[in-house]
């Protein structure tokens, strides 16, 4: 696909691999819808790149609907989505002697997983509706699981889940959409420098960029959004899920 033109929904847009993503839509001609619930910094970032902003908690069907729609109103059809927000907590199974709180566990899957997967039945369902490009291709999705994934480490156990479900709804999500002539993909980060980890001491994160096989660091955004752009212009990628990880395979802790 050749995004120059096209308009593009990026989730947790107003910062960390969203917000590197809006930018590199943005930077390849697209126009640029971001959804967020940090309604302060999103639309600054909307200004600084020249798209719009719209208040949206992906696990909301109204909330996404309405932003789909603010979408098309500001750029016309939505060609694009890729995939972003979402939380992360540190809890066992069983700590100390208690459950694993299920009200925490349910929360993680319905921001991560379900959030995910709400916008995308409903972009997709808009970019069935609309004229095919050339090739026949009505839409592209990226997606965000994790290393988690695969390797879920102590605590990670709602985190692990829900992004294991991202990864895993990815290829049956391809099938059905083929035939609608929209694919879709999913990046599993590795450590990346998100507000998250920079926020940790330096001596932390340096520990961490060590820990990776090659390149010995954090991975920048910048390089996340870099993939995510290549997946949607690929019109040959589709329904793979792919680590960018620097070959880390995370330990038990």
Known sequence: MDIKNQAAVVT???SGLGEASARALAAKGAHVTLFDM?????AEVAQEIGGTFARVDVSSAEDVEQGVHAAVDAYGPVRVLVNCAGIAIGMKTVGRGEPHSLMEFEKVIKVNLVGTFNCIRLVAAHMAGTDPLPGGERGAIVCTASVAAFEGQIGQVAYAASKAGVA???LPIARDLAGSGIRINTIAPGLFRTPMLASLPQ?????????????HRLGDPSEYAKLAVHLIENQYCNGATIRLDGALRMAPK
């Open 12 to 14: 947790g847009a107003a």
């Open 203 to 215: 001596e932390v994160q340096d520990a961490l960029g060590a820990s990776v096989p090659y390149p």
């Open 168 to 170: 895993g709804m990815t």
């Open 38 to 42: 940090n309604a302060t910094r999103g």
